[in-house]
């Protein structure tokens, strides 16, 4: 089973983050995107159920999340996320994991810091820059250790892959495949995501389960649309012609960037996010 929330939060951070307020892509889907909302959201996370013989009986925590900037400064998010995952027979695993990130509105750049604690070990962390250089990215690792290496730069950043997925839910599509680096495990790891896109939900429509977000005077208007992302280890093979995903994570995602309604999948067992707290925060105009 997966351990708790090591590889798995890493990947909630970053669909939290992205989904929250960036505008990081090139071209029409840039135009497309109108402005984002620069707000502060909190999650509570719960157990929803866990499958097979790896078994889960509770799981518990919450997420903070900041999110500010603006198309000519770019933008920054802070993220903290403590989790307690039960296993039955006392086994109690607590995790803290916090991150920070900037992104550069025009998709050259890639800042990321991540640390991660399990119980009472030591830090895990990882720090790293991605630069768009030509047809290839490079990415400058400082932490876990000093490491320089190039990847195709066909492959999307965390905000473009959200921006993506905006673009063509408003194009009317359902599905999406993108490759995605987001920094995770010692940096290195690149995913394959497959994305499939809901009917659009428009903002006059009300919600089976309202939260802090659907009562906001900034969301009503909102459209938004339910959105599940898959993501696949990249050096994986598929067995049988079928490669089952690491985690796949759904939410409603507003055409401000906003996400709401989380439920991530492990396999194992699937987690919720409802959203507790929700503030707009000011915004800075672009210069």
């Known amino acids: ?34 402005p984002f909302l620069a707000h502060q959201a909190l999650y509570d996370l719960s157990l929803v159920k866990s499958r ?82 030509g047809d290839h990215i490079t990415v400058k690792l400082t932490q876990p250790v000093k490491k320089t290496f190039n990847i195709d730069g066909k492959i999307v950043f965390p905000t473009e892959q959200i921006q993506h997925i905006i673009a063509a839910a408003r194009d009317g599509k359902s599905v999406l495949e993108q490759t995605v680096y987001d920094g995770s495990d010692n940096g290195e790891k690149i995913y394959n995501t497959l994305t499939v896109i809901g009917r659009p939900i428009a903002g006059d429509r009300a919600p089976s389960s309202p939260d802090p977000s659907t009562a906001s005077d900034a969301m009503k208007t909102m459209t938004r649309w339910p959105v599940t992302v898959s993501y696949y280890d990249s050096d994986a093979r598929a067995k049988d012609g079928e490669q089952t995903p690491v985690y796949a994570m759904s939410f409603e995602l507003y055409e401000n960037g906003v996400s709401r309604a989380l439920v991530l999948d492990y396999n194992d067992f699937v987690i919720s996010g409802a959203l507790d707290k929700f503030d707009v925060r000011d915004s800075k105009p672009c210069k």
């Open 52 to 133: 097979g013989s790896n078994s889960v009986s509770d799981a518990r925590g919450r997420i903070l999340y900041n999110f500010s900037g603006n198309s000519c400064e770019g933008y920054t998010s802070e993220f903290r996320q403590v989790s307690e995952l039960d296993s039955g027979e006392g086994k109690v695993t607590l995790s803290d994991l916090r991150s920070s990130s900037w992104e550069d509105a025009s998709g050259k750049s890639y800042r990321f810091k991540i640390d991660t604690r399990m119980n009472d070990s030591a830090s895990s962390p990882v720090d790293g820059i991605a630069e768009r250089i």
């Open 1 to 34: 089973m997966i351990l708790p929330f090591r590889n798995p939060s890493r990947a909630l951070v970053l669909t939290i983050a992205v989904a929250a307020g960036s505008a990081l892509v090139h071209g029409a889907a840039a135009a497309a995107s109108g």
